[in-house]
């Protein structure tokens, strides 16, 4: 019998083969291939930090030499000590604290006000506004350069740390990526709800926008800190060696006939480590906060 001369009935009948479906709450499990890649790729990117120790733990001597050392020496902390004395990092590490940390706060405030509004706020020309924020991205820095210099002294403020400071209070990468996740993780009704029951503007975006916004502005301050901690072109020209931040500290300890090598690995180790120690201390929160924002969204 083919299977046009079956009746309804008969096709009723006859029984479905089940369909593999995965459990909920299932976990997949990683094979022996996915283990060797990811240690592979582990290893790939330690290799500088773990190279920076080994270098800034031997002798300058011992650096020229072939082949090069392999393992930590003894001498970590000494040079350690004479790139801190040599590039007065005590003054350049409170400088990066308070420019990188008024930075991220700024951002991570102002990029999520500007992002919420373009996200979720209904306004005349809101479309070219955002299109041309998204366009100051295409600028390259290099061209401000000049022209901010000029600002920055008419206002007095050369070799002062609101020099760096004040062009960075926010950024368009930071208003557009807070705005594209504002868009899928913020419900409308939400906002409208809460303007309902009363609620002014300055409570809604504090009591709705930044509890919803709250991953993706961990995740923005931390990319936010390590930009201003590492930034060295814009500070190089606005501040000098009396008023350094960490990168243009370190910039002195190359300078000279014959540079220290060990001692220039060094001062590097030492101003990694503030971003180290960060992300050790809040890198699950962030990642947490990640899975929590894309469970949510």
Sequence with gaps: MTTSE???????????????????????????????VLTVFALV?????????????????????????????????????????????????????VVAGTITVATVLFSTLAGFAFAKLRFRFSSVLLLLTIGTMMIPP????????????????????QTVILPTLVTAFGTFFMRQYLVQALPTELIEAARVDGASSLRVVWHVVFPAARP??????????????????????????????????????????VPDQAVIMAGALLGTLPLLIAFVLFGKQIVGGIMQGAIKG
């Design 216 to 257: 993706a502005m961990a995740v923005l301050g931390l990319l936010t800190f390590v930009f201003a901690w590492n930034d060295f072109l814009w500070p190089i020209i606005a501040l000098n060696q009396q008023n350094p931040t960490v990168q243009v500290a370190l910039n002195s300890l190359g300078t000279g006939y």
């Design 6 to 36: 079956l009746t309804l009935p008969q096709l009723r009948k006859e029984p479905r083969r089940p369909r593999r479906v995965m459990g909920a709450g299932k976990q997949l499990h990683a094979g022996p291939v996915t283990y060797l």
């Design 45 to 97: 990117s330690l290799a500088p930090l773990v190279w920076t120790a080994v270098a800034a733990s031997r002798t300058d001597h011992r650096l020229a030499e072939t082949p090069p050392p392999l393992w930590f020496g003894g001498n970590l902390f000494k040079n350690m000590q004479a790139a801190w004395d040599q590039a007065g990092l005590g003054t350049a590490m409170f400088n990066s604290t």
């Design 142 to 161: 290099q061209l401000a350069v000049v022209p901010l210099y000029l600002w920055m002294s008419n206002l007095g403020w050369s070799n002062q740390l």
